[in-house]
C-alpha cells in the first residue's frame, strides 16, 4: 500500500466504494487523513465500515471543513451529468481528484525522479502497460504495475530511488488527476469511446491530450488526426516528443515497417527490434505497441539490448491474442478479451487461416464490420447467445456450425484444425461478444477455453491451464 501522506490530519471527502474506492479510503486512513467515505450501494457502504473506515452520508458533512474530495473514476464527473457528490463539491469550492492524482502526490512529496510511465489511448493500453513492466522487470528493475490494468494503484509498494512505476490511465483517471506528470507519458490512439461520460469526441482527446502535456518525455502515436495533432501541440509547448507511427516511415521517432521495427533521427534510419519471431506480438496494431514501449523504456535509461531482451520474452496479456497451446501447425490463441467486433480484427488480422470460435452476449452492430476476414477464416463455431445472428451475418460467406458451447466449438475446431493440411492454422477464440450469458466476464471465458485446450490430447501447452 502507498500511504497517503500528502492529506495527513485533514479531512477529505471520498466517494464511491468499490475495488479501487475501498483501497483509496484505506490508503488515505494509513497515511493519516480523517476519511469520511460513502457510496450509492449499502452494501459498499457496509463492507467500509467493517474494514475500519468512517461512512456518512456526503449531503449531510459540512464541506467548508474539507480539503481534497476524492472520486472514484467510475463516478460521473462531467456527463451525462455531474453525480450530486460532484456538485456539492464544486458548490463548496473542494477541489476533485482521483487515485492516480494521490499517488502522483505521494511520488512528488517522497520520490520526485523514481521513474513513472503512464499509458493511455483508445485501444493498445493493456498491452502496451503489460509489455513496458515485462521490459523492466526482465533487466532486473524494481517495477510496480498498476492503475486501470487491473491494480489500484494504491495498493502498489510506495514510491522510492530506483523503484520504476507502470501505470495505465484511463480517460477518466486522467479527469481526475489534474498534475499527473510522468517522466514518460504515451497516448497510444484515439477513436470514439466513452462518449456517453466525455459528452463529445474533442473532450474525450482534450482529457487525453493532459496526460502527455505534463510528461517530461511524450511519446505519442500519430496515425490518426487527434494525436497527430496533439502531438505538435504538446511540442510547441517545449514538452520533448517522440512520435511513434504503424503506418508510415518518420523522419524522427519509431515506425514499424512490418515486423521490423526502425528508429529514425534528422531522416537516418536503423533497426532496433524485429518482431517477426515474436508469436505474443504479432499485427500491425501490437508493431505500435511495441515501437511505444521501446520508446518509453529508452526515455528511462533501458538499454537497447535490454529492450530486445524483453520483447523476446514476453509473454503476451492474459486473454489478449495469447498464444496458449500448439499441436504441429495449429496454435490455440486466447482473445476473450475482444468483447467486440472492433477488438476482434487485430486478432483476425494476425493469421492468415483461421478456425474461429465467436459468440456470447452480443454487441450492437454484431460482426458485419469483421467481413473483410471473412476470406481468412477456414470455418467459425458460433456460440452463446449470438450464434444464430453471427450465422446470419456468416452466410454463404463462411463454413460454420453452432457448437453452442465453448468446450464443443474447442473440441470440433481442434479436429477440423488437425485435418486442415494447409500449413500453420489458428484455432482462436476472439467472440467479439461480451461473455455475460455464459460466463462471469471474460477472463472467466478465456480460463474456460484454456482448460478446454488443455483437455485436449496431444496438445503442448504454452502457459500453464490454471492460467
Not at 515506425?255 to 536503423?270: P, W
Not at 509473454?315 to 490463441?333: C, E, S, T, W
Amino acid at each position: 500500500m502507498i500511504p497517503v501522506t500528502t492529506f495527513k490530519d485533514r479531512n477529505v471527502a471520498l466517494f464511491g466504494l468499490g475495488g479501487s474506492g475501498l483501497a483509496t479510503a484505506e490508503a488515505l486512513v494509513a497515511g493519516g487523513a480523517k476519511v469520511m467515505a460513502w457510496d450509492d450501494n449499502p452494501d459498499s457502504v457496509a463492507k467500509a465500515s467493517d474494514a475500519g473506515i468512517a461512512t456518512g452520508d456526503l449531503r449531510q458533512i459540512d464541506w467548508n471543513s474539507i480539503s481534497a474530495f476524492v472520486l472514484s473514476p467510475g463516478v460521473p464527473l462531467t456527463h451525462p451529468k455531474p453525480h450530486w457528490s460532484v456538485d456539492l463539491a464544486r458548490a463548496a469550492g473542494v477541489e476533485i481528484i482521483g487515485d492516480v492524482e494521490l499517488f502522483v502526490r505521494e511520488r512528488r512529496a517522497h520520490a520526485p525522479d523514481c521513474p513513472f510511465i503512464a499509458i493511455t489511448g483508445t485501444n493498445g493500453k493493456s498491452t502496451t502497460t503489460a509489455l513496458i513492466a515485462h521490459i523492466l522487470r526482465s533487466s532486473g528493475r524494481d517495477t510496480q504495475l498498476g492503475g486501470n490494468i487491473g491494480t489500484a494503484v494504491l495498493t502498489l509498494d510506495p514510491p522510492k530511488a530506483g523503484r520504476f512505476f507502470v501505470v495505465e490511465c484511463s480517460s477518466y483517471q486522467i479527469d481526475l488527476a489534474p498534475t499527473i506528470n510522468p517522466t514518460a507519458g504515451l497516448l497510444l490512439n484515439l477513436t470514439p469511446d466513452h462518449l456517453d461520460r466525455h459528452g463529445t469526441m474533442q473532450h474525450y482527446a482534450d482529457v487525453k491530450e493532459r496526460l502527455v502535456a505534463g510528461s517530461e518525455t511524450a511519446v505519442i502515436a500519430v496515425d490518426d488526426t487527434y494525436t497527430t495533432l496533439i502531438a505538435d501541440r504538446v511540442e510547441r509547448s517545449g514538452t520533448k516528443v517522440v512520435r511513434v507511427s504503424r503506418r508510415q516511415p518518420l523522419a524522427d521517432g519509431l515506425y514499424a515497417e512490418d515486423a521490423h521495427i526502425r528508429i529514425a533521427q534528422g531522416g537516418t534510419s536503423r533497426g532496433i527490434a524485429d518482431l517477426s519471431a515474436i508469436q505474443t506480438l504479432r499485427g500491425s496494431h501490437n508493431a505500435q505497441n511495441a515501437a511505444a514501449a521501446i520508446a518509453a523504456c529508452l526515455a528511462v535509461g533501458v538499454s537497447e539490448d535490454e529492450i530486445r531482451a524483453g520483447l523476446a520474452s514476453f509473454p503476451g496479456l492474459k486473454h489478449r491474442m495469447q498464444p496458449v497451446g500448439r499441436k504441429g501447425d495449429v496454435v490455440f490463441v486466447n482473445d476473450s478479451k475482444a468483447t467486440n467486433a472492433e477488438a476482434a480484427a487485430p486478432a483476425l488480422s494476425s493469421y492468415d487461416r483461421i478456425y474461429w470460435i465467436a459468440g456470447g452476449l452480443p454487441k450492437e452492430g454484431g460482426i458485419t464490420g469483421l467481413s473483410g476476414f471473412f476470406p481468412k477464416i477456414a470455418k467459425a463455431y458460433l456460440i452463446g447467445e449470438a450464434a444464430a445472428a453471427f450465422a446470419a451475418t456468416l452466410g454463404d460467406q463462411v463454413a460454420y456450425e453452432i457448437s453452442g458451447t465453448l468446450e464443443r466449438a474447442v473440441l470440433h475446431a481442434a479436429a477440423d484444425a488437425a485435418r486442415d493440411g494447409a500449413g500453420p492454422v489458428a484455432v482462436l477464440l476472439s467472440p467479439a461478444c461480451a461473455s455475460f450469458d455464459q460466463y462471469k466476464n471474460f477472463e472467466v471465458r478465456g480460463d474456460a477455453f484454456v482448460g478446454h485446450v488443455a483437455a485436449l490430447p496431444g496438445v503442448t501447452m504454452l502457459i500453464e491451464a490454471n492460467g
